[in-house]
């Protein structure tokens, strides 16, 4: 059986690896050149999803490039605690969450995935699709046309491959807040106190922004913005240099408790003006050998931390269905009926804890009520403690 997967994104060669682990042959297609390393925005990789990598085999390449990350420690306008977000019991072998370069991680799996033979088709985007009998024709844009058994897409939460399956399908939802972020190299040395801490991410709900900052073992400061405001339009975005964008977060977060300014001021822009998107229920994920997986078919906001993560456990749960089940039809439908209610949930979550963001001192008291009583570790297992078994045998509709 071939697949054709598309987008090499984190769920591509996730996904690709997976395929291969389960006896299927995959090509990626990626519309852009191979993942370029030093750009982009850096994020968290849960437990959960860290336990799909270990499926595949790239635990270790994950562990090489995360730092320890135990909790996200919240913080108030004023500098009072409102609490901490425990990120999940670690791993077995004692790995806790871990926050790394999102390009990084995508070079070394695609560096991994063509190590184990699977070929990458660059520059050649997805434009269409269709099936024919038991096989799936995909045009591309390089002019060439690929056929395969089956088509997976991993493009992303603006999915073409999505709209191929249902034209009717729901589009992603700008959910109120544009993302920023960047590096302080050797940042570490100009804080102290409660701002120096390692292996946690700080947050600080502004007063106009929301802020966090993650203390790299190598001395390295890690930090984001998130701004409540409509979204940016590419006119603005090409048009504003980053001194501008600069000098707009340090406006932004003056007069706020917390080392953001001197931060930002200090630091290397990697992410300006960013638009924060979410995708709930997407009704059809499947039809005619064609599926969506990862962000193309459930997009929980940023502030969730569980967007890749989903996208790992996705891409080894359709493996083990497509290994176990007798043809593709019932590989989906078993895929869709054990993933459905996890990512959706997560996604609610997440839409949640995006709406807090936007400052408010009734909040504050609300969110300090729920730190402490709501989201505890016990509260959270479901979603963290989750973990696959790459040998167990999937069956029809298994949930
Ligand atoms: C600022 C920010 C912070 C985040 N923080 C976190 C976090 O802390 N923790 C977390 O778990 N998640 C986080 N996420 C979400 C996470 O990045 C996504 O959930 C994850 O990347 C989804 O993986 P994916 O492979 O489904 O999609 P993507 O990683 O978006 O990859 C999609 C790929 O498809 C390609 N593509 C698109 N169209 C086509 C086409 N027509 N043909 C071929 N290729 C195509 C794209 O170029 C891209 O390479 C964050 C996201 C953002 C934006």
Known sequence: MKAIVVGAGVAGPLTAMALQRAGIEAVVVERHGPPDPRSGSWFSFSPNGLDAMDAVGVLDLAKGLGSPTLRNVLVGATGRELGALPLGAPLADGTPALTMKRSELTAALVHEAVRRGITFRWNAGLIDARR????????????????????????????????????????????????????????????????????QWRMVFGKRAFFGHHVHPNGDVVWFVNVPEPAISPEERARTTDDQWRQKLITLMDGDTGP?????????????????????????????????????AHAPAPSSGQGASMAAEDA??????????????????????????????????????????????????????????????????WMYDHRLHWEERQATNSA
Not at 328 to 347: H, L, M, P, W
Request: net charge negative; charged share 20%; with cysteine.
């Open 132 to 199: 024919d009998g038991d096989e799936v024709h995909a045009t591309l844009a390089d002019g060439t046309t690929l056929t395969g058994d089956l088509l997976i897409g991993t493009d992303g939460v603006h999915s073409p491959t999505r709209c191929l399956i249902d034209p009717a399908a729901p589009a992603a939802r700008y959910v109120g807040l544009t993302n920023f972020g960047g590096v302080m190299p050797g940042g570490a040395a100009v804080l102290d106190g409660v701002d120096a801490v390692t292996e």
């Open 260 to 296: 953001a300014t001197r931060i930002i001021e200090g630091g290397v822009l990697e992410l300006t003006g960013d638009n924060t998107h979410d995708l709930g229920h997407v009704p059809t994920w499947h039809r005619d050998r064609m599926i969506v997986i990862g962000d193309a």
């Open 316 to 381: 080894v749960v359709l493996a083990q269905c497509l290994r176990d089940l007798p043809d593709v039809d019932s590989a989906f439908a078993a895929y869709e009926s054990r993933r459905r209610a996890r990512v959706e949930k997560i996604v609610k979550t997440g839409a949640r804890s995006s709406s807090t963001k936007s400052p408010g001192a009734f909040q504050q008291v609300m969110l300090r009520a729920i730190f402490k009583y709501a989201v505890t570790p016990k509260n959270t297992a």
